[in-house]
């Protein structure tokens, strides 16, 4: 008899074993720059991404995290880097040269932006065109001979602008372009693209995987063929490596991802009714109510709606400030999918802004809901508020 293990039966599992040393029943983080050597290593690959020799290459506990990481996207394979950005740095130096064109979501993370936008097209030739990923024809209508990828970041940061993965997924192939899509705000509980029909996942670890703010990391995961590739050019030749200890740090965070996302959702549906019911609201954006543009997209392919909501205040850029740091539990800080609430406000001076919808041009708040209770987190809103006079 056999069946396949639950996702968060793997949360728990894959990856792990028995420490053959001291029998201990939870791999070590092994801080070593390098391994011992075999008896004849005249026939090594030293660049072998695969094999534990030298930790830029990769390291024990990298590779089994990567285990863990391609299993909860159903992939064949995965890389782990230092963080989210030198993940999507990777793909699209590994996917993108000279003269290749590139369509990537015009709401996406702000390195992401600088790189497509500003960087890669000046420094390397490469073309892109940034569009709104959530209009399929946008995306037709950008298509060139060359275009070679299509990326996109669904729910994207900081709007939560859905895009619909399985859609895209035909246009890309149609094209025989590659299709990648930044599934962060989602993790691998609420959303898997690969069955969607996207090549390639990117996570920024740092979020929800780990979920307990203490560790960079980010993640590639799809066909081996497409892994190998990154790994051996992006990974050992540009160096972005994950230390050991903070790959054992976020296989520690991934055991309680189900319970966590589920938690974080339920709060923030009830956070971002609170505030579509409060009058000094100006607008709520969260995928999981009615009123966001592309709920029926997010309900098809997601399984809850993850912990992010965007809003603004009626009021002043001042008075925001005065809000957020009138908060006594939720912190002012960036960052998002930690324990901890979070919230930022941006002032209208975002180098994106004119990508994003008409509400959120004189500002917004991004709002990353933590663990806590509903009620607390409503009451601390609620108690800022009234500082604030609204
Ligand atoms: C934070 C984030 C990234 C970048 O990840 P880092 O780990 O900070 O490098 C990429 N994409 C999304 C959607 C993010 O929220």
């Known amino acids: 008899m056999s069946r396949e293990t639950s996702f968060i039966t793997k949360c728990i599992h894959v990856g792990n074993g028995v420490d053959k040393e001291t029998g201990s029943i939870r791999r070590p983080i092994t801080m070593a720059n390098c391994y011992r050597l075999p008896e004849d290593a005249s026939s090594i690959n030293w660049s072998d991404p695969n094999q534990i020799l030298y930790t830029r290459n990769t390291s024990a506990n ?149 979920g307990h703010g203490d560790a960079m990391g980010g993640a590639v995961i799809g066909r081996k063929d497409l892994i190998d590739k990154i790994k051996s050019q992006a990974m050992v030749n540009l160096g972005g490596t994950i230390s050991p200890f903070n790959a054992w740090l976020i296989m520690r965070g991934v055991v309680t991802l189900p319970l966590r996302m589920k938690q974080h959702s339920d709060t923030a549906l009830k956070v971002a009714q609170y505030l579509e019911s409060n009058p000094s609201v100006k607008f709520v954006a969260y995928p999981g109510l009615k009123s966001h543009p592309q709920h029926a997209i997010a309900k098809k392919q997601m399984k809850m709606y993850s912990g992010v909501i965007a809003f603004a205040l009626k009021a002043d850029g001042k008075t925001h400030n005065k809000f957020i740091n009138s908060l006594e539990l939720i912190v002012p800080a960036v960052s998002l999918g930690h324990d901890e609430s979070l919230i930022v406000y941006t002032g209208p001076d975002d180098e994106r ?17 933590g663990l806590e209770s509903a009620e607390d987190i409503i009451y601390d809103l609620k108690q800022a508020l009234e500082k604030c006079g609204l």
């Not at 390195?111 to 500003?118: H, I, K």
């Not at 030739?125 to 940034?130: C, D, F, N, R, S």
């Not at 995306?139 to 275009?147: G, L, V, W």
């Open 62 to 210: 990298q590779l089994y995290l990567q285990q863990r990481l391609a299993a909860l996207e159903g992939g064949e394979d995965c890389v782990v880097l230092a963080s989210g950005v030198a993940a999507l740095a990777g793909v699209f130096f590994t996917f993108l040269s000279n003269k290749s064109h590139v369509i990537c979501s015009n709401v996406s993370y702000i390195a992401v932006y600088r790189l497509l936008n500003q960087y890669l097209p000046d420094k390397y030739g490469v073309e892109a065109t940034l569009v709104d990923t959530s209009n399929l024809e946008e995306i037709k209508k950008a298509i060139r001979p060359n275009t070679k990828l299509i990326h996109v970041e669904t729910p994207g940061n900081p709007t939560t602008k859905i895009s619909d993965i399985a859609e895209i997924s035909k246009i890309a192939k149609s094209i025989g372009a590659l299709f990648s899509v930044d599934s962060t705000f989602a993790s691998p509980y609420l959303q898997h693209p690969l069955e969607l029909g996207a090549d390639l996942v990117v996570h920024s670890l740092t979020k929800y995987i780990n």
């Open 353 to 369: 802004i004119n990508f994003y919808p008409e509400e959120f041009r004189d500002g917004y708040i991004r709002f990353s809901i």
